[in-house]
């Protein structure tokens, strides 16, 4: 492999192992919108004291709650209706993942591009997840969705250290460093933000396709809604047998089904990546 690429790891791995790597933090109203879910004597109207200060995110909350999701007999008018329906744990883990979208832009259009790409495909990965977790499992939604919103969140601090070194590298190059990695690093940046340990593990092991655990969690989950994404592509992992990897058993799946084939799920499935978009 190239010297560009070596030098690209050693100088990110290095910075790992001196804690000198320089983590992204999560944005302001991502960090108070969790402080008060966690807060036991916070309230509803403290929450949405707070999101109301981001009127993009109190509109795509408030359309969250008008969607085929979450639809109820009455319509969703403002964000307090909004926070009521949803819960405060389920508000805060949305809220949190919707905030970090501000987080996958660049001043480089090459790196905008990949972030932006990297962005549309954890919110069609978070959106099946969502559903998977609804229909499957007895995890949280919501987390779920979180899960993989931030799974591939190891690929910021790559791409930043890119455009600021204004490294020219090929996107073939690129990629084989990114896939080596952005789990690792993925999973410092969940530790660092406090995450709960079951989603610090999902970008380590959503690609582990032998992993043998006691029951779903949030990984599999990922790990399947993944493949989904890349069934009946020119992806490698469709070389696989997918009988082999027993996520599908622990969600009780069937790895040779096409769940977009299944109208009912993948029509949630739709409308749950539409959400986040």
């Given at each position: ?142 987390q779920a969705t979180l ?18 070194q204004d490294v020219q ?109």
């Amino acid at each position: 492999m190239s010297t560009i690429v070596d030098t690209i790891r050693d100088d990110i791995l290095s910075a790992i192992e001196s804690d000198k790597l320089i983590l992204p933090t999560l944005p302001e109203v991502a960090l108070q919108v969790r402080d008060i879910a966690e807060a036991e004597d916070s309230s509803i109207m403290d929450l949405v004291k707070v999101i109301s200060n981001d009127t993009a995110l109190s509109a795509r909350l408030i359309r969250v709650c008008n969607s085929p999701l979450f639809r109820g007999s009455r319509a969703i008018e403002n964000l307090n209706m909004a926070v009521s329906r949803l819960g405060m744990a389920y508000t805060s883990n949305l809220a949190m993942g919707l905030a970090m979208e501000q987080m996958f832009q660049a001043t480089s259009d090459m790196i905008d591009k990949r972030l932006r790409a990297n962005w549309q495909t954890s919110t069609e990965v978070a959106g099946i997840c969502h559903v998977l977790a609804q229909q499957y499992t007895r995890l949280k939604p919501d987390q779920a969705t979180l899960a993989g919103l931030v799974h591939m969140i190891g690929v910021l601090p790559i791409l930043r250290y890119v455009e600021d070194q204004d490294v020219q590298i090929s996107s073939i190059m690129l990629d084989n460093v990114i896939d080596e990695l952005h789990p690792r690093i993925g999973a410092s940046i969940l530790k660092r933000w406090d995450f709960p340990e079951d989603l610090q593990l999902v970008p380590l092991e959503y690609q582990n396709y032998r992993r043998q655990v006691a029951s779903a969690d949030y990984a599999d989950l990922v790990m399947v809604a993944n493949l989904q994404l890349l069934a009946g592509t020119d992806n490698p992992v469709n070389e696989m047998d997918w009988s082999t990897i027993s996520a599908f058993d622990r969600l009780g799946l069937d790895p040779n089904a096409n769940l977009n084939e299944e109208e009912d799920l993948n029509a949630q499935m739709e409308a749950a990546m539409a959400l986040l978009k």
